[in-house]
């Protein structure tokens, strides 16, 4: 009892030493603290790519749709629309009440102006490759508007579900304040950004949506995410994004707290480069998808935090991934590929990795180096800085990458990237295979769902087989809450948009 | 005064070869402001959006065409703009460094009050257990990483206790002195638990030097009380290495501790600079380094100056 009369005690000088948070959070308890590791890059919706930039403009910003938790397309800007029989024309209709931040009206005017943004190559937008199909834009009145298409493009509705698709005002682009000033239409506003620091957000009265559950949202940057976790210790952080599984899976072990984990549509990968020897052989690289024992790369590298993987990872349409080629570790049958290709001793080649990008990395690298020991193939892992991987995996400059690569809703826009000829990632991947460009082009064109699924679903056996990449797994996104916060929906995408209706309990 | 003079005239010289270091150094790493922005999806850019954006970054044209920009805007005071913050480099700057040089001064505090007395003590007691027991404790302080250290702290206090200064948002000094003192006295202590040791160290082997010496002993003799001895005779003349020692570790830190500010999420120099490498923002980089390497030139000079004030023997720039 003296002890712990005596801890207390320490406990409080400390405390009011330290001048505890915890007194200025309950004076604005309507307002959202949160904390995650890496700070937004940058304000421009259409130009950037990075994982928190994007959770941040999607706060601020809105496309014309969204995609729910079970990656359905629902209403954003756009209240509904329509394809075309023909599958050439694409018509919105906008929501009357959506407004701007600044007040003005969002207008079929901003959505053409937007697009035209994305389209422009002087903008070096994001996606601009997802749109190619446009080939004009009518504005029949301010609340629709028409897309012509110059081909069927089923896959450009969920690509418009994306923040590198959000409507601008008009007005922004022609001064020219887009990446310096940030007015959407969406739940927040944005009233000050620190870089690598801080975020404050406000609730945006005028917002279409309906009033937002809190007051305000602030964002701090605290880079170590052992950190995070003792700020929500002690209550001075709500909410949280977290990356590294190691720190999530503490999570739990704390009475107060709520860790949040979806499976996400991003994949852990071993990209082998078929242009290089050995690997040039498919008999070399089907041995390697046979000597890996995926759910031990998942299971040591990730605590087993995660899924073993095929290519597709959207629910709806993945194949379960025991019916793909060698997703059983088989080293007898992986040995007789590699005698049969003729590299019965096996061959030297280097594996790169980012390093942190993902905390994974590293781990997955070596479980993989001990597996393909058993076949002969020495690897070498060269762990780089995040930018300097970037350089090399853009050039194709690699024998082997372990990659975190991002997902998409639709098959079309996640892969044509890698696997169709005019893919702007093809000399990444690599790769040409006549059978894979013919499938895409098929799933694009295809309006109906069930023969979609089936295209894509022959789509991915192919590839499973053909092994120019070894699919490993799709990990968790992480959010820890405290458990007094309702109403957060994790996604398959990611988003934190239902952050817009999360309410804090007293 | 000459010899100061003579000391502020070769800066411009060094800076200049600092800028060129720099220039040339962050230009060498593989990938651009273009894939720190847009990382593996910068592949999907085509050459004309790949052009545009290297206008806006201003990497469009040749090094040396912005390397020759960049000294001219110098020349005028102007650093350039930091791409990320979308302001001046020299605000940025100027905006983060009050935090880190609180930090240096504070962890150097520490580092001497703990580490001097220690040092001495530990002198004093020569070969005896207490004597064993600081250069144990001093060992273990100067080989624990800052960032083992710091994330004790931290835990120690969340699980242990429930509290933690407010992390995320700085408060300055002037604006909010409890606040502050609270949020840079743990990273304080992290840095200047190392510092300590080093400091315990230097002056523990400085003072055993000077106890031996002839004056030393002719102090003694002559019936000086020991604490005399100590503080009035031999402290002084131990004292120049503990100077050079912290002159160098307080130079180091005014250019950011990386490791304690990532940990505490404090918005230092180190931070940022670091930042600046990942997101490949130039112009911050570059004006940060200069700015860095110009503070270390001006406490070098200071702990040369100091030289004289400590022992009057000493003439700077004479042969």
Known sequence: ?506 | MNYLMRRLATFPLVLLGVSILVFVAIRMVPGDSITAMLGTEAGLLTPAQRDSLAAYFGIDQPWFVQYWRWIGGILHGNLGISVTYGRPVLDVIVERFPLTLELAILSMIIALAVGMPAGIFAATHNEKLSDLGVRIVAMIGQSTPSFVLGLLIIYTLSAGFGVLPAMGEFAPLWQDPLRNLSQLILPAITLGFAFAASVTRISRSAMLDVLSDDYVRTARSKGASARSVIWRHALPNALIPVVTLSGIEFGYLLGGAVIVEQIYALPGLGRMVLDAIQQRDYALVQGAVLFIAFNFMIVNLLVDLAYVALDPRIRLGEP
């Open chain 1, 1 to 506: 009892m003296v002890h712990l009369t005596r801890k207390l005690l320490s406990g409080i000088t400390l405390a009011a030493m330290l001048g505890v948070a915890a007194v200025s959070t309950q004076a604005n308890a309507a307002t959202l603290q949160m904390a995650w590791s890496q700070d937004a890059t940058g304000l421009d919706p259409h130009k950037q790519t990075a994982f928190s930039s994007l959770r941040l403009l999607e706060l601020i910003y809105e496309p014309l749709v969204r995609v729910d938790a079970s990656l359905q397309i629902i209403p954003a800007i756009a209240t509904s629309w329509e394809f075309s029989k023909d599958g050439k024309e694409l018509t919105f209709k906008l929501d009357s009440k959506a407004k701007f931040q600044d007040g003005t009206g969002v207008t079929s005017a901003d959505v053409k102006a937007s697009f035209e943004r994305i389209l422009d190559e002087k903008t070096g937008a994001a996606a601009r490759a997802n749109f190619l199909s446009i080939a004009s834009i009518d504005t029949p009145d301010a609340t629709t508007v028409v897309f012509h298409l110059s081909q069927p493009d089923v896959p450009i509705l969920t690509a418009m579900s994306d923040v590198n698709a959000a409507i601008v005002p008009a007005s922004e682009i022609k001064a020219g304040s887009i990446g310096t000033k940030a007015v959407g239409s969406g739940p927040f506003k944005l009233d000050k950004w620190d870089p690598n620091a801080k975020e404050v957000l406000s609730a945006n009265k005028d917002w279409a949506g309906g009033a937002t559950g809190v007051d305000g949202i602030e964002i701090s940057v605290l880079p170590d995410e052992a950190a995070i976790l003792a700020a929500m210790r002690t209550k001075q952080i709500d909410f949280a994004l977290l990356n590294d599984p190691l720190v999530a899976t503490l999570v739990p072990k704390e009475a107060s707290l709520q860790l949040n984990r979806v499976p996400v549509l991003a994949y852990h990968v071993l990209q082998l480069n078929p242009s290089r020897k050995p690997m040039t052989e498919l008999k070399v690289r089907q041995a390697i998808s046979c000597a890996i024992d995926r759910q031990e790369v998942l299971d040591t590298a990730s605590l087993g935090e995660g899924k073993v993987t095929g290519p597709l990872t959207i629910p709806a349409l993945a194949t379960d991934p025991s019916q793909l080629f060698c997703y059983k570790r088989d080293v007898e049958k992986a040995k007789k590929l590699m005698s049969e290709a003729g590299y019965a001793d096996g061959f030297s080649a280097t594996v790169i990795g980012a390093t942190g990008e993902p905390p994974t990395a590293a781990a997955e690298a070596q479980v993989i180096q001990s597996q393909l020991a058993e076949i002969g193939v020495k690897l070498d892992i060269k762990m780089m800085e995040l930018n300097v991987y970037v350089d090399a995996w853009l050039k194709g400059d690699f024998d082997m990458a372990i990659a975190l690569n991002g997902g998409r809703a639709d098959p079309y826009t996640m892969y044509n990237r890698y696997w169709t000829k005019a893919g702007n990632l093809q000399k990444v991947a690599n790769y040409i295979d006549d059978t894979l460009d013919s499938q895409m082009q098929k799933g694009r064109a295809e309006t109906d769902p069930a023969a979609r699924k089936a295209i894509f679903a022959e789509f991915e056996k192919h590839l499973a087989e053909m092994s120019p990449w070894i699919w490993l797994y799709t990990s968790y996104s992480y959010t820890a809450q405290q458990k007094n916060i309702a109403g957060f929906v994790p996604t398959p995408t990611g988003t934190l948009f239902s952050l817009s209706k999360v309410t804090i309990q007293q």
